[in-house]
């Protein structure tokens, strides 16, 4: 019995070792959340105020004005961006980024992928070494992004995919991340990239805007730099959905062993009494047997 004793000890304090660590995963996770909310809360209106006003002049634009960014032709070769994290211990939060990157390729672009025309340019090393391991096509240059998290260094991604879709080497470029929402809660959503889209409310109300400079050159140096806001906008989105996640797993995980410490110390204490009560009985029966 007291071997039992000693696995059930030594099994208490393993789960009470673990719970230690993933408390402090916890609050390291939600310090750093802190910042990375601060972060998106911040960029998310300016991002999406640029984004329309870019949708709205291309809309609005004449038919002479060259918007290399914004052609639609038939999707031959598809791009996709799939932003994972770096490191794990996230509950599901990458593997729903690679499931949402795989059901599009086997659903709407599922021709493409037939073809072998389907590129993936992961950031973050959870989708990098997923996606190298299983054989896709991938581009290995942006990978570790997070590992230096700046504007420049998102920029020349998307730098990348703006280069590809004008020189026509890619039709299609869609970015895969998650939307963070708070830190309980993420949504894992796809987003046209490129060809830039344009705004089909199918009235002929036309915004009025007074160009200076010239409509060309605006366009021109307006639509890349909002690209690689776009682009930032989504990084930054999955890096607090990162933290959101993680902070989240490590608490399920934290109350999970506190409920696995109060089952071994229940186990515990009756394999003790078992214990005690069977060496009682021993002394009763022995001094039974001196007397007799």
Not at 81 to 94: E, P
Not at 95 to 102: M, R, T
Not at 224 to 242: C, F, G, H, R, W
């Amino acid at each position: 019995m007291s071997g039992a004793l000693k696995e059930v000890r030594n099994r208490i304090k393993s789960v009470q070792s673990t719970q230690q660590i993933t408390k402090a995963m916890k609050m390291v996770s939600a310090a750093k959340l802190r910042r990375a909310q601060d972060a998106i809360t911040q960029m998310r209106p300016y991002a999406q105020k640029l984004q329309e006003m870019l949708s709205n002049i291309i809309s609005n634009t004449e038919g002479d004005i060259a918007l290399d960014l914004a052609v639609e032709r038939p999707i031959e070769k598809v791009l996709l961006v799939v932003i994972t994290s770096d490191r794990g211990l996230c509950g599901g939060y990458n593997s729903n980024l690679i499931k949402l990157s795989k059901q599009l390729m086997k659903e709407k672009y599922e021709l493409q992928f037939a073809k072998d025309n389907v590129t993936v340019l992961p950031i973050g090393k959870k989708g990098y070494e997923h996606f190298v391991k299983n054989g896709f096509k991938i581009i290995d240059k942006y990978w570790d992004v997070f590992s230096n998290l700046s504007f420049e260094r998102v920029q020349e991604a998307a730098q990348y995919a703006m280069d590809a879709f004008t020189s026509k080497e890619i039709d299609a470029v869609e970015i895969i991340y998650s939307e963070f929402k708070n830190a309980a809660t993420q949504r894992f959503v796809s987003e046209q990239f490129l060809p830039v889209l344009r705004i089909h409310d199918g009235g002929n109300q036309k915004a009025d805007f007074i160009f200076e400079p010239d409509e060309q050159i605006l366009v021109a140096e307006l639509m890349p730099k909002i690209l690689n806001t776009q682009m930032y906008k989504s990084v930054l989105d999955a890096n607090a959905s990162e933290h959101g996640a993680r902070m989240t797993a490590m608490d399920k995980a934290s109350d999970n062993a506190n409920e696995l410490l109060k089952t071994l110390k229940i186990s515990y204490n009756r394999a003790r009494q078992a214990a005690i009560t069977t060496e009682l009985t021993e002394i009763v029966s022995g001094a039974a047997a001196l007397q007799g």
